[in-house]
């Protein structure tokens, strides 16, 4: 297939975008600030609620072609990786209302300069994932209007609900996102699917090497695919997701299968807008590599604290090969280092990328 080759070119700026940010980060800080007025205790402004961390290891494919033989996946090879299984919403709410879901991967012992200012010499690879092929509100103008309504939500919530009312009209999954218990837009709610049976994507798009490409980790072992689809039941279970990982890594290992969509036409599969999106008959998922998670315990007191305390994921986290693309990944630089740094501020933990899969405690 005749792939979309990289280059600085393929992003382009998006008017009053340096504004927009500006914007973006002084209302996520407040809704930070509001957050831990509510919890006495700094959370993630994004994928606040933890169901699980697990360790495992990425294993490279061998002889892979050479439009997928590129970065982290240019060589068959075997990485240590901790992953972190979440709830969407940047706040921790109660399992029964449906939302997306996410899978941060952290590959450890990725050499090479990193893209991070400060943080060049680490050893870390990040892939953040989303149980949605998609961002609803995929530029930095519409993300702007997503935070807005948000903040409306906290202040006025009877507006709040004319407002997303307004927006679901244009974006069928508004209410995923979001996160809001909302009966104007109920039928738009996700259901409550097994985390571990969902196939989680990186929605926007990342460089891959000499291509661009979305990434996707998809259930692989019986263990998870026997998992797709089946509902939970959430009936006086607030944590029941968590309590699902858990009972299922107390038992079970895991594998999921690591794949690559490469762009192949700009204008059908942009870069600027991660609410396109990109169909498969125009270019498949390519498997690049598998995720092997042995049975563990996944939420031990030592565990969660580090994850959720000391652990940061983030896109940026990444070596010039696999950099974020486009408005909505350019605007998580600014907004996940003012999260990161009011999170790990307020907690008193320190800032660690783990250096080596011994460093995740038991």
Partial sequence: MNYVRYSPEVEVKQPNEDEQTAQIVEMMTAANARAFDRHRHA??????????????????????PEHLAQGLFAAPATYPVVIRFSSAPGDIKDD??????????????????????????EVTQDFLLVSMPVIPFGTVKDYLEMQRVIALQETSPERAQQALAALARGTNRVLEFLGIDNPTVEGLAARNEHVLGQTFHSMAALRYGDYIAKVSAAPLSPEVKALEGQIVDTRDRPSALRDEVVDFFRQHGAEYELRAQLSVDLEKMPVEDGSVLWEEKLSPQQPVGKIVIPPQEAYSPARRVYSDDVLSFNPW??????????????????????????????????????RDISEIPD
């Fill in 43 to 64: 959370i993630r402004d994004a994928h606040a609620k933890q169901h699980g961390t697990v360790v495992g290891e990425l294993q490279v494919y061998p002889d892979l």
């Fill in 96 to 121: 029964r209302l449906p939302v997306p879901h996410g899978m941060a991967v952290k590959v450890i012992g990725v050499p090479g300069e990193k893209v991070l200012p400060g943080q060049e010499e």
């Fill in 317 to 354: 986290h990444t070596i010039p090969e696999h950099r974020p693309l486009g408005s909505i990944m350019r605007v998580r630089i600014p907004a996940y280092e003012a999260s990161t740094k009011f999170r790990h501020d307020m907690n008193m933990q320190p800032r660690v990328e783990p």
